[in-house]
C-alpha cells in the first residue's frame, strides 16, 4: 500500500507535509491505488480501443467470448466492428457531440 502526500501548508500554517495512507472503500472494494492504476489504463487506450471496447460491451461480448465464435461469424462481427468504427471516426460532429456507444447504437 503506498501513501499519498498532501500538502497541508494552510491547515498547519507552515509548510508541513501530512501523509495518509490510501485504505479500502468498503463498498466498492478498491483502494486508491487501483482507481488510478484503472484511470491509467483507460487513458492510454487509443481512441479505437475504446471504440472496439464499446461495441463488445454493447453487443454483450468480450474478446474471448469473440474468439471462440465461429470463424464466419466472428468475421462477420470483426468486419460490423471495422465499418462502426470507421463511421464513428469519419462523422462530422453535429451541433450536439454524441457519446461513442450513442454512436455504435447507431450503426449497429
Do not use: C, W
Not at 69 to 94: N, Y
Amino acid at each position: 500500500m503506498s501513501s499519498i502526500a498532501t500538502d497541508s501548508f494552510f491547515r498547519n500554517g507552515g509548510g508541513a507535509t501530512v501523509t495518509s495512507t490510501a485504505k479500502p472503500n468498503a463498498q466498492s472494494g478498491t483502494s486508491s491505488d487501483s482507481v488510478i492504476d484503472e484511470f491509467l489504463r483507460e487513458s492510454k487506450k487509443s481512441p479505437i480501443e475504446r471504440l472496439r471496447e464499446a461495441y463488445l460491451k454493447a453487443h454483450n461480448l468480450s474478446e474471448e467470448s469473440l474468439a471462440a465464435l465461429p470463424p464466419a461469424e466472428r468475421q462477420a462481427i470483426e468486419d460490423d466492428i471495422r465499418k462502426s468504427i470507421q463511421e464513428a471516426m469519419t462523422k462530422k460532429p453535429k451541433q450536439e457531440q454524441k457519446s461513442f456507444a450513442e454512436l455504435l447504437q447507431e450503426a449497429g
